[in-house]
């Protein structure tokens, strides 16, 4: 598939496709930044976890904050990219973003003893804490995202495995850093997969272009 290939792509029904999806999407993130200032308010006293009790305590900011926002900005041009990509992965983002968002507002657990959390004074740290990523527990967006577009660019071999390989080395960074408890980052890839198959149940002709190279996952 050729890289920045829209000759014909976005038909009409494409285009109100598209705008439907970037609706979702904006109203998942709004949902998100309101869950989470209000996990925030409501939280309680921390519980134990045996892995955080057992690592050691590692400043991984500069990786959690501008990893993740430099992830999020590579996925947003390989989208646009691969357009056959671009309409489902909206789609499956929103309703990713506002799942996560469901359980920060129904989950009220307290921050870990220890966690080393972004910088408010930094500049990406507070796009990063506007944008509601730091927000809630359950579950980890550093490994879940990822796993998702691991999924979604399944037929894509190299970015597949980058994918994975950034999931898992995002969920090891945030476990170290204590920013997330270790049931969050193990569900999340299960979260991920659960949100693809319901994306592609959803909206099964957005997910039938991902698949023009063979079959998905």
């Not at 709004?30 to 996990?39: N, W």
């Not at 995002?170 to 850093?177: M, S």
């Amino acid at each position: 598939m050729k890289y920045f290939n829209y000759r014909g792509f976005f038909t009409r029904e494409r285009e109100r496709s598209l705008m439907v999806g970037l609706l979702l999407l904006g109203l998942a993130i709004v949902f998100q930044v309101y869950a989470s200032e209000y996990a925030d308010r409501v939280a309680s006293n921390s519980v134990s976890d045996l892995f955080l009790s057992i690592l050691p305590v590692v400043n991984l900011n500069f990786l959690i904050v501008e990893g993740a926002l430099t992830a999020i900005a590579i996925s947003l041009l390989l989208l646009l990219a691969k357009p056959n990509y671009l309409i489902f992965a909206i789609k499956a983002a929103a309703i990713f973003i506002a799942t996560r968002a469901v359980f920060i507002a129904v989950t009220h657990v307290g921050i870990y003893p220890g966690q080393v959390g972004p910088d408010p004074t930094g500049v990406f740290d507070q796009i990063y804490i506007d944008l509601g990523l730091e927000g809630g527990f359950f579950f980890s967006g550093h490994t879940g995202f990822p796993f998702l577009m691991a999924l979604i660019f399944w037929n894509e071999k190299s970015w597949r495995y980058a994918y994975f390989i950034l999931s898992a080395g995002f969920g090891i960074a945030v476990l170290f850093a204590h920013v997330h408890y270790s049931m969050d980052v193990l569900a999340a890839p299960y979260m991920a997969y659960g949100i693809y198959k319901m994306t592609a149940y959803f909206f099964p002709e957005d997910h039938a272009l991902t698949l023009r190279n063979g079959a998905g996952a």
